[in-house]
């Protein structure tokens, strides 16, 4: 895949910049409809905000309250549609609303909303709503705050909990379907040549050589590079006119252990100070609590969650459980990420609309371009099916039919498929059975392709860290199979390791013993990696009141 040279001299019917969440599903959607296609990727597959999200596959009950009906609908149809093509990444959620007096959404507003999303969702396979009044709901929910409660909602939406991974198989996927997909390749300018994009100039990320990829007399160029539309669309020379795409705002969250009163249901809650909704949401284990909504306006790349939204996050989820108690000591990852929401002007963030908009750049001279304006996670599939059925449009061509909706992803099963069973078995003496049935969640029907590497080297059965199930098989099927590159590709996408146990920093010995043994790694790029590693967490996930101790403690074991 890293072949500049063939790249260089091939041509493409349709180059995907950005491999996000919109960039792969747009991929897999054209390689699978026949277009040759290449994803250009900056970054790791699924670094950007498609790793930053909530992880819900979800309707947006929220959208109701700004009548975007079409979007809570489309939404809700993908939903259906991702809980049937890869129901091992994506399992319904129950979510509980409670509602309060003198808050500012009454019972009956969270009832009529309750009811139309029901409505919206006419043909889902989750069961519909259901009411509480006070009491039964604190029957249900005994850690929630009694004071003024009135009742609530209880509700299914769906849930991602290895969002990355749902990237990344669209992304291999569309290259089974024959797709060139290339991670660390920043694209660095867009020649213009008459009214058409002519070559698309790149630079690899890891050894800085550069390279130009022609696009061919009919191929078309897709920019979705997510928060980064509009400094792509500075890269088009000569200079052109485009008004500003993007007006971001910041989300960010934090991971917390279980904490008492925590229900095993999620929440979903009117914040005490500001009255903004936000989700406190089982996850692995664990608890994840977001999102804030701020406007941003700074480096793309190094976005994290201030000390005042930890603390707001905190707070709020003190005030609906009491129990939990939570302070700043409890934090155990904080992520944050850009909304790449349309460029809006005067309005309250939680109003700018979260509809995607395709922007057909021929408006501004350049007729084989398009950026996706926003786009969520739960939506890629459509938005990638309409942006292959542009395609074709602009080629002038007719749109053979869209595959993915009725195409399982490739790792499609179902919790009872006899493989896993016949695998636990297996590996009885090797492997846990709940490291098994983690790797079929993660990899799903392809988690065989891991456990091969365990006949080969049964080494590879080990854990990578005591407290999580995931085996060292892992790490080699990353890098050999799933094109990692760093450190933080296997820790952070490939797995969620990072996310889970102190920052992954405990995992890095392991990763490097194994790299140097199965995957020819140099104790040098280890050492480069780890360093890479530390200055990312320090940048991006660890909140700034941690730096100081987590350093010393770095110090300590170095
Ligand atoms: C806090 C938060 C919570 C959210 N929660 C949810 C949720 O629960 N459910 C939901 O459905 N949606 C949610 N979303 C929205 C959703 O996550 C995003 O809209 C979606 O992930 C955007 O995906 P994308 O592929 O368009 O962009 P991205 O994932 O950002 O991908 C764009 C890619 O382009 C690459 N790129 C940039 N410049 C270049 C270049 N020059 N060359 C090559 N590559 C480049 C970047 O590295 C990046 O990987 C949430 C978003 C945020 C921020």
């Not at 498609?50 to 009548?67: A, I, K």
């Not at 006949?455 to 098989?473: F, M, T």
């Amino acid at each position: 895949m890293r072949d500049w040279q063939a790249i260089a001299q091939a041509t493409y019917d349709i180059i995907v910049i950005g491999g996000g969440i919109n960039g792969a599903g747009t991929a897999r959607d054209a390689a699978l409809r026949g277009l040759k296609t290449l994803v250009l990727e900056k970054n790791d597959f699924a670094s950007g905000t498609s790793s930053w999200s909530s992880r819900l596959v979800h309707g947006g009950l929220r959208y109701l309250e700004q009548f975007e009906f079409s979007l809570v609908r489309e939404s809700l149809r993908e939903r259906e549609v991702l809980l049937r093509n890869a129901p091992h990444l994506v399992h319904p959620l129950l979510l509980t609303v409670p509602v309060y007096r003198e808050r500012s959404r009454p019972y009956w507003k969270v009832w009529a909303g309750m009811v139309l999303y029901d409505i919206f969702s006419y043909d889902k396979s989750v069961p519909i709503h259901r009411m509480l009044r006070g009491g039964a709901l604190q029957q249900v929910l005994r850690g929630l705050d009694r004071e003024n409660l009135a009742g609530g909602a209880q509700y299914y939406d769906a849930q991602a909990e290895y969002a990355e991974r749902l990237c990344l198989e669209n992304i291999f996927a569309a290259q089974t379907a024959g797709a060139t997909v290339c991670n660390y390749v920043t694209v660095t300018g867009l020649q213009k040549s008459g009214d058409r994009l002519s070559h698309v100039e790149c630079r690899d990320t890891l050894t800085g050589e550069t390279f130009t990829v022609q696009v061919a007399p009919d191929g078309i160029v897709v920019n979705t590079a997510g928060p980064w539309v509009d400094k792509v669309l500075e890269r088009v020379s000569p200079v052109w006119n485009c008004d500003r795409q993007i007006g971001g705002t910041k989300g960010s969250h934090i991971i917390v252990d279980r904490f008492p009163g925590m229900p095993d249901a999620a929440l979903y809650v009117e914040a005490k100070s500001d009255k903004r909704p936000f989700f406190i949401l089982p996850w692995l284990g664990k608890v994840l609590i977001g999102t804030t909504d701020l406007l941003f306006e700074g480096d793309l790349d190094r976005v994290k969650a201030d000390n005042s939204e930890i603390d707001y996050l905190l707070s709020e989820t003190n005030a609906i459980i009491p129990t939990a108690n939570l302070s700043r000591a409890d934090i155990k990852f904080t992520y944050a990420g850009v909304r790449p929401l349309p460029y809006t002007q005067g309005k309250d963030t939680g109003a700018f609309t979260r509809k995607h908009i395709l922007h057909d750049h021929s408006s501004e001279g350049v007729n084989n371009l398009v950026s996706l304006i926003g786009g969520k996670l739960t939506t890629y599939r459509h938005v990638g099916e309409e942006i292959v059925d542009w395609v074709y449009q602009k080629r002038g061509q007719t749109a053979p039919p869209c595959l993915t909706l009725t195409t399982p992803l490739p790792g499609c099963i179902s919790a009872t498929d006899p493989k896993i069973q016949s695998a636990t078995r297996q590996y009885a003496s090797l492997i846990s059975r709940e490291s098994i049935s983690h790797l079929f969640t993660l990899y799903g029907a392809q988690a065989t392709q891991v456990l091969d590497l365990v006949n080969a080297s049964p080494e590879l059965a080990q854990k990578i860290s005591p407290n999580l199930p995931d085996i060292q098989a892992q790490i080699v099927y990353a890098v050999k199979h799933e094109l990692a590159q760093t450190y933080l590709d296997i820790t952070r996408r490939r797995t969620t390791i990072a996310m889970q146990d102190y920052y992954g920093l405990n995992a890095l010995p392991v990763l490097a013993e194994v790299l140097q043994k199965h995957c020819d790694w140099t104790s040098e790029q280890c050492d480069r990696a780890r360093t890479e590693y530390y200055d990312y967490m320090r940048n991006n996930c660890i909140p700034d009141f941690q730096l100081g101790a987590i350093d010393a403690q770095l110090k300590v074991l170095q």
